[in-house]
């Protein structure tokens, strides 16, 4: 039971270069999210999918765009990377109703340059 | 509409004292509240949660958090620090939608 992973830990982008971040979970929960978390400001959502099959935009989606490819797996892609999105970045998941608790994966720790 | 706001962005404690940690919310329903911890390079963690049972919550680690509707406040408080607690502490709020609202977090400075 692995429950929230993330893929890749650690990611080096040059200005301009594309990248997609995976999240695979284990939970069967229906609810899964991407979050940046930069210093002082928390965590910001940028996409979450309240069930399979529907994306929607969070506080900060520009310049990202996500998929919800089945229930277990949700990806942030990165067309066109800039400096200001080096951050850290977190997947999450939640089963609504029941304990509405967010499982969240280890972070992927992402630098532009 | 919900918000979380968690007052002071550091916290500084003498290892042996009384941790305690604010956060007051605004919700246009009856909310869920959370407490989560994140330790160095990890990722978020449930500490403790109230859902509209019991106001006292009692956490993992010693940790626990009073609901207090008429503050509308939810501070986490531990009797004694341990040089382990140092951490980034989030106050999160869920109404009704699918989506909790953060805090901006609280650093814990455990000085020995």
């Known amino acids: 039971n692995a429950g929230v992973t993330q893929t890749p830990k650690f990611q080096v982008l040059k200005t301009g270069q594309s990248m997609t971040l995976q999240c695979a979970q284990d939970?069967?929960?229906?609810?899964m999210y991407w979050y940046r978390q930069d210093p002082g400001m928390g965590l910001r959502l940028i996409y979450y999918?309240?069930?399979?099959?529907?994306?929607d935009k969070g506080e900060v989606p520009n310049g990202y765009n996500v998929s919800r490819l089945n229930k277990r797996e949700f990806s942030l892609r990165l067309e066109s990377a800039a400096p200001s999105q080096t951050s850290v970045y977190f997947c999450?998941?939640?089963?609504?109703?029941?304990?509405?608790?967010?499982?969240f994966g280890p972070g992927t720790r992402l630098t532009v340059l | 509409a919900q918000s979380v706001t968690q007052l002071g962005s550091h916290v500084s404690v003498s290892e042996g004292a009384l941790v305690l940690l604010r956060c007051n919310y605004s919700?246009?329903?009856?909310?869920?509240l959370f407490w989560y911890v994140q330790y160095p390079n990890q990722g978020l963690q449930l500490l403790l949660k109230?859902?509209?049972?019991?106001?006292l919550v009692k956490g993992i680690n010693g940790f626990e958090a009073e609901f207090k509707k008429s503050e509308t406040s939810f501070h986490l408080t531990k009797p004694s620090a341990h040089m382990s607690d140092a951490a980034e502490y989030f106050c999160?709020?869920?109404?009704?939608?699918?989506?909790?609202?953060f805090g901006r977090g609280t650093s814990l400075i455990v000085h020995p």
């Open positions: 999450a998941t939640l089963q609504a109703g029941t304990t509405d608790t967010q499982y």
């Open positions: 939970m069967n929960h229906n609810s």
């Open positions: 999918s309240a069930s399979e099959g529907t994306t």
């Open positions: 919700s246009s329903v009856p909310p869920y």
């Open positions: 109230y859902t509209s049972a019991a106001t």
């Open positions: 999160a709020v869920k109404g009704g939608s699918y989506i909790p609202t």
